[in-house]
């Protein structure tokens, strides 16, 4: 079993991976930034290292400072968390090389899925079912236009390097076909280095459905059931839920033997998903392969009863999954909702500051995963969620009713937050009754809760923000002292209740 895991990551994240750590008696080290000086994880890792300036060039995304450092200091693995150096292969295989065990998959998985093309050359084979569309990229536009032509119209051309929704366009007719496929291979070599694009069907009106799997080491695959992230804006989401509204029975035999079947397909170890479009018939159809652990993991955990952290570094070590498939079974129903320092009231723009008050919901069902408390500092050079908030009920309205009890609850000051739009969100009536598509979004109406916000606690929150600012004051004296990296015990020490 590993005695000290290297975090190669911040926020909330860091502080869900350092939870697992100390419950399995490992020593968890945290690397921060000049900007995360005040932050959570720096202050509750048993080692908190300064990595660099806020640039994540020069700190969360400094390869060679990072694994210099996890082998100066005896770390035997590092867990990247999401985002940063997650999914970078180049990472994962230096990593590899040092003789530090990667908690996530190999290289080689990581690889083969960073293509979609190739990723979706490898579905097919294996039996997993691929959007309609091309399996290589586009070299001839005119073998194109008559390949969408057969397939039908309206396509999406995507960049094989793509996702997340970068470099994507939908083509509705033969003559928009040319300019929009040089626009999007232009996209394309700017944002990935790479312009290579293909197409596919588009899909109209979907459901964006996942798959959570973990593989160990010996060649043991399950499947954890699936999530719901339907509800999204700009590819950002912000509700998640497990078990999908829109998945049956039957439906879940067939897309998690998918997943399992895709995990299969590139020698898979460690926690993955395994990301679908659902049409309105309910046909599935292989997207991409997420090879990290996902934000909205929470959700999954609260009805499997999983510790999917503590499974990743356990099968990291070696170990085999601890539970067969048949042990495992949906309880209940949990809804997570990401709260983003962002004012949905102006064009949500993101708001950053001072935590002056910063006090979270609990009771029964309730968990709050973040990276931060009263005093923290929330600045420009990072994603801007500063919380997950996650519930747990027996059903989906009994989960919503207890989320927006605390959503209001949360109590923040020193920056704006959307809790009220997620509520919002929560109470519409298709939101309820599961009729939605990844569109709802877009297509809602919150006018309402712009008129409805002009009475609101905001006025009450800009109070509390006057009081606690003055009750800190002292504390924010000491704390411009010690807004050095090289004082962060200090901070530490500080006690702000
Ligand atoms: C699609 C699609 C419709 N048809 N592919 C967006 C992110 C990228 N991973 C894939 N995406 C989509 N691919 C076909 N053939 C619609 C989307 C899409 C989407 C997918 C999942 C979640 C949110 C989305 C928002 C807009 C578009």
Redesign the pocket.
């Known amino acids: 079993m590993f005695k000290k895991i290297l975090i190669a990551n911040r926020g909330e994240i860091a502080v869900r991976i350092i939870k697992a750590c100390k419950e399995l008696g490992i020593t968890s080290v945290a690397i921060y930034s000049d900007a995360d000086i005040t932050s959570l994880h720096a202050r509750m890792a048993d080692e908190a290292y300064h990595i660099g300036s806020p640039l994540v060039s020069e700190s969360y995304l400094n390869q060679s400072k990072i694994i210099d450092l996890a082998l100066s200091i005896g770390a035997d693995a590092i867990h990247p968390g999401y985002g940063f150096f997650s999914e970078n292969a180049s990472f994962i295989e230096a990593v590899e090389k040092s003789g530090i065990a990667f908690i996530g998959p190999s290289s080689n998985s990581v690889r083969m899925m960073g293509s979609k093309t190739a990723a979706r050359t490898l579905m097919s084979k294996n039996g997993v079912p691929i959007?309609p569309g091309s399996l290589e990229a586009i070299t001839n536009v005119d073998d194109a236009i008559a390949f969408s032509e057969k397939i039908g119209f309206p396509v999406?051309l995507k960049a094989s390097a793509g996702?997340?929704?970068k470099g994507?366009r939908k083509v509705s007719s033969k003559e928009e076909f040319k300019s929009a496929f040089e626009s999007t291979k232009r996209e394309a070599l700017k944002s990935f280095a790479n312009d290579e694009v293909y197409i596919?069907?588009?899909?109209e009106k979907?459901k964006?459905i996942e798959v959570q799997i973990i593989a160990d080491k010996h060649g043991n695959y399950r499947h954890i059931f699936e999530r719901e992230?339907?509800i999204?804006r700009r590819?950002q989401k912000i509700i998640e839920e497990a078990p999908s509204p829109f998945v049956d029975k039957s439906t879940r035999a067939r897309i998690t033997s998918a997943a399992i079947k895709a995990a299969k397909a590139c020698n898979y170890f460690n926690a993955g998903t395994i990301?679908f479009?659902m049409d309105q018939n309910k046909q599935f159809y292989f997207?991409?392969m997420n090879t990290r652990i996902q934000v909205e993991h929470p959700v999954t955990e609260l009805i499997s009863g999983i510790d999917l952290v503590r499974e990743q570094i356990l099968i990291a070590s070696g170990s085999k999954i601890s539970f067969d498939q048949d042990d495992i079974e949906i309880n209940g129903y949990a809804i997570e909702c990401r709260i983003y320092a962002e004012d949905p009231e102006n064009n949500f723009l993101p708001s950053t500051g001072k935590l002056l008050q910063y006090k979270e919901p609990n009771g029964i069902g309730v968990r709050v995963d973040s990276g931060f408390a009263a005093g923290s500092e929330i600045s420009i050079y990072y994603d801007p969620m500063i919380a997950k908030l996650i519930c747990w009920d027996n059903n989906k309205s009994n989960a919503i009713n207890r989320m927006r009890r605390a959503l209001s609850e949360f109590q923040i000051a020193g920056v704006t937050i959307n809790n009220r739009f997620l509520s919002f969100i929560l109470n519409e009536g298709n939101f309820k009754a599961g009729n939605y598509d990844?569109n709802f979004i877009d297509n809602m109406n919150y006018n309402s809760l712009k008129s409805e916000s002009q009475n609101n606690n905001k006025d009450e929150n800009e109070i509390a923000a006057v009081v606690i600012a003055a009750l800190i004051k002292s504390n924010t004296k000491a704390e411009a002292k010690v807004g050095k990296a090289n004082n962060l015990n200090k901070w530490r020490d500080q006690n702000y209740e």
Request: hydrophobic share 40%.
């Open positions: 959007v999406l996702g997340g929704g994507m596919e069907k588009f899909i979907p964006h992230c339907s999204q590819h990301e479009l997207l991409e990844i």
